[in-house]
């Protein structure tokens, strides 16, 4: 049974992986596909890390933890769909069909990692948004133009539990309502907004009850349970493509990393809570669940995470190899016509790096 309220979190697995409510047969290969994207995810984010350790990378966002609500949106948003991100969606963006070699471009300042293939659905969608929340407010205007233009299609939208603080977390649910718009706003409670706990954060008993005063459905879910993500947004983005309106999922997780690289979370955050995190993380669970089920097994855990590691390592070898961005994408970028004094910018920005000549 799906439970959908906001005071209590629908899970689908225990801690340990044993199923509270087992899949159906025809749902295993979705899960398995779910798992191998966690595995390869929690690989990739790893390495990024390292990377930026290593002054390869600039600033970058983990995503460990939070593996099962980025892949589950993945799974669940269809083509015709428009994913609008936070930035630790790192998994979701992947399965959209963002190359692993662009996400570290965009973490790297190379605006190129936001030129999404063409082919791939991800070119329906908006590149990494960093500010907190305002990428809602664009979904919602995403959502708007969706409608207007009687698409059967849905507008996911994430953001972290500190956002749903600001204004245009509450500007975006009050338009939703209003006009029913067919978005899907997803909360990572991942527990923190970078050292602010959650019970800092807001007083609300939960935020999935921040949808009551915008008059949409809101729920809360376990983040760290595919299963349970994978029902949650099945649900969530139908009846938004069928035009029955906009819903408010708050996923409960936890940050097991960093903010991010700039960031040390050992300074205000006891090691006994981030040790207790870990035993409900998401892709230990999912795997003893598959296990237990005899759908996965040692051996192809072996053979998985040997692929993931050269996936990676072939993603890191291309972003390496890349030759730097022109300086001049810093502001080609920003306007669709550059106002007068940035073109003058532009101009010596140009004659500085090329000397004037052009490739
Ligand atoms: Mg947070």
Request: hydrophobic fraction near 40%; glycine fraction near 8%.
């Amino acid at each position: 049974m799906f439970t959908r309220t906001p005071y209590e979190c629908h899970t689908r697995l225990a801690v340990d992986g044993q199923w509270h409510a087992r899949p159906g047969d025809d749902q295993w290969a979705r899960l398995i596909e779910g798992y191998r994207t966690m595995a390869l995810i929690r690989q990739f984010d790893k390495k990024a890390v390292n990377l930026q350790r290593t002054g390869k990378l600039g600033t970058y966002a983990s995503c460990l933890g939070a593996e099962a609500l980025t892949t589950a949106a993945g799974q669940t948003l269809q083509p015709d769909d428009y994913f609008v991100p936070y930035y630790r969606d790192q998994a979701t963006q992947y399965l959209r069909g963002v190359r692993l070699e662009q996400i570290l471009q965009y973490w790297g300042g190379d605006e190129r990692g936001n030129d999404f293939p063409a082919d791939a659905p991800a070119v329906r969608d908006l590149p990494n948004c960093v500010p907190i929340g305002t990428q809602l407010t664009q979904a919602a205007g995403v959502a708007t133009k969706a409608k207007q233009r009687h698409e059967h299609a849905a507008v996911l939208v994430t953001c972290g539990d500190g956002a749903t603080s600001r204004g245009d977390f509450h500007e975006t649910l009050n338009v939703a309502g209003v006009w029913q718009l067919p978005l899907v706003v997803l909360v990572n409670n991942n527990q923190w907004a970078i050292s602010v706990p959650r019970r800092l954060q807001t007083a609300s008993r939960t935020i999935a009850q921040k949808a009551e005063a915008a008059g949409i459905e809101g729920f809360q879910v376990d983040g760290n349970d595919l299963p349970a993500m994978l029902d949650a947004l099945d649900y969530a983005l139908d009846r938004a493509r069928h035009g029955k309106g906009a819903i408010l999922i708050e996923a409960m997780s936890y940050r097991l990393s960093d903010h991010t690289t700039a960031d040390d979370a050992s300074r205000y955050r006891k090691a006994s809570d981030l040790h207790a995190a870990w035993q409900r993380e998401p892709v230990a669970r999912l795997r003893q669940a598959l296990v237990e089920a005899g759908h996965w097994d040692g051996d192809q855990e072996k053979a998985w995470l040997e692929h993931c590691q050269r996936q990676v390592d072939e993603a890191i070898d291309s972003y390496l190899a890349t030759p730097p961005a022109p300086a001049t994408d810093m502001l080609d970028y920003l306007y669709a016509n550059l106002p007068p004094a940035l073109l003058a910018q532009r101009a010596q920005l140009e004659q500085r790096t090329t000397g004037g000549h052009h490739a």
